[in-house]
Structures are given as structure tokens and as C-alpha cells.
């Protein structure tokens, strides 16, 4: 059985487009154009992040292009006056940028997105050098992954280590994602636990636990 996704080196893309600090507006918008990005990460010597210029960055100098200079005196239109003069990546840029490490688990950068707000997180070594990116789309491949797989993980690492002795009694059916769990188990403390990893493995939508306890006997043990 294939090991499921579990951290961003799985999903990631590795082959990114990016632009050096010294790239002029026009190569910027160029390359977003060509590579159907939003956001390229902005690399300095052999290859270090040091941050990102997306469209939000360009816009400005499309906004303000009307605008006069003498009405502008809030702080945030001021500083969106001063990077709508700036033509290269090193002024045009936020940094620093928000990274992840290839070995970070999906949540991780799922929270980093929703935190920062930002729909692709460049993904960094320890050195700081880019590896590859990994997107919103990229997180939710998970949820690709088909039923019979799907099943087969949850028989594997939740049912046959749960319960080692009732487990010829349980059924797992997947459809669409939606995992049900039916049979009766001897040790019924362990029914939340059971539907808990369940809902923790990569692609799994929704959970229903069908399990029931014994009517007699002894609780399982767990081997």
C-alpha cells in the first residue's frame, strides 16, 4: 500500500520559478504571466529566500498611478506611494517571507496559509534554500486518494492495531471519503480512539462510528 501524504515534501511542487533581487518589474510581471503564479519567491545568492513579491506587491503602481501625491497621508498610502515607484524585486518584495520545511506535517502549512493569509508558502531547507513550493491545491491532493486505499489505511493502521482480536468483526466502507465503522468491539473505551486516528488519516472526509461494545466478556487487550 502506497504511505499516505503526511508531510509537505509529498505535495510539493520542486520545480519553481523565482526571481532574483535585482529583477526589474516588467521580468516579474513576465514570468507570473508564463508561469500562471500569483507570487514568486525572491532568491538571493545560491538560492536563499529572502521574500516574496505577488500581485498584491505590483498592483500599487497600477493604483496610484492617478493619484495625488499631496492627498496621500496615511501611513499605509504612503508607503503604497513609495513601492509604487520601486521597479525591482528588492524593493517591490515583503519580506521576510513565510517558509516551511520540507519535512513539516500538511497542517502545519495549513495554518501558516490561514494565519498569514497567503495561498502558497515557499519550501525551505535548513539553509534557508528554496526546494520547492507548496500550494492550497497542493494541500487538498490529499483528498484524492481512492476509496479502496482509503480503506485499506484505516483497516491497517487504526482497526488492526485497535483490536487485534474483534477485528475479523469490523467493517470499513469508504465512499467519497466518508469512512463507516460497524462491528462489535470488546473493549469499548477504545471506540473514540478508534474514531479519532480515523479522522486523522490523510483523505478521509467524514467519519461515522457504527462500533458497539460487547454484551459479555472481557475488555481486549491491546498487542
Known amino acids: 500500500m502506497r504511505r499516505s501524504p503526511s508531510t509537505v515534501a509529498d505535495v510539493m511542487t520542486s520545480v519553481v520559478a523565482a526571481v532574483s533581487l535585482e529583477a526589474q518589474f516588467k521580468e516579474i510581471v513576465t514570468t507570473m504571466r508564463q508561469w500562471r503564479v500569483t507570487a514568486l519567491p525572491v532568491l538571493e545568492g545560491e538560492g536563499r529566500v529572502i521574500g516574496v513579491v505577488s500581485e498584491a506587491d505590483l498592483m500599487p503602481k497600477e493604483e496610484l498611478r492617478a493619484t495625488d501625491a499631496t492627498l496621500i497621508d496615511q501611513k499605509q498610502r504612503l508607503a503604497d506611494y513609495a513601492k509604487a515607484g520601486a521597479v525591482s524585486a528588492r524593493d517591490l518584495m515583503s519580506s521576510p517571507a513565510v517558509t516551511i520545511h520540507p519535512n513539516a506535517p500538511l497542517p502545519q502549512a495549513a495554518r501558516l496559509m490561514a494565519q498569514h493569509r497567503i495561498k ?3 519550501v525551505v531547507d535548513e539553509a534557508g534554500i528554496l526546494r520547492g513550493i507548496v500550494s492550497r491545491a497542493d494541500l487538498l491532493k490529499v483528498f484524492l486518494r481512492p476509496d479502496r486505499e482509503l480503506a485499506a489505511e484505516v483497516r491497517h493502521e487504526v482497526v488492526d492495531h485497535l483490536f487485534p482480536v474483534s477485528r475479523a468483526g469490523i467493517v470499513v466502507e469508504v465512499e467519497e471519503g466518508r469512512v463507516t465503522l460497524s462491528g462489535q468491539v470488546r473493549d469499548a473505551t477504545l471506540i ?7 479522522r486523522a ?8 462510528c457504527r462500533l458497539t461494545g460487547p454484551t459479555t466478556g472481557s475488555p481486549e487487550r491491546l498487542s
Open 120 to 122: 502558497r508558502l515557499p
Open 201 to 208: 488519516v490523510e483523505g478521509v472526509v467524514d467519519v461515522r
Open 192 to 198: 473514540p480512539v478508534a474514531e479519532r486516528l480515523t
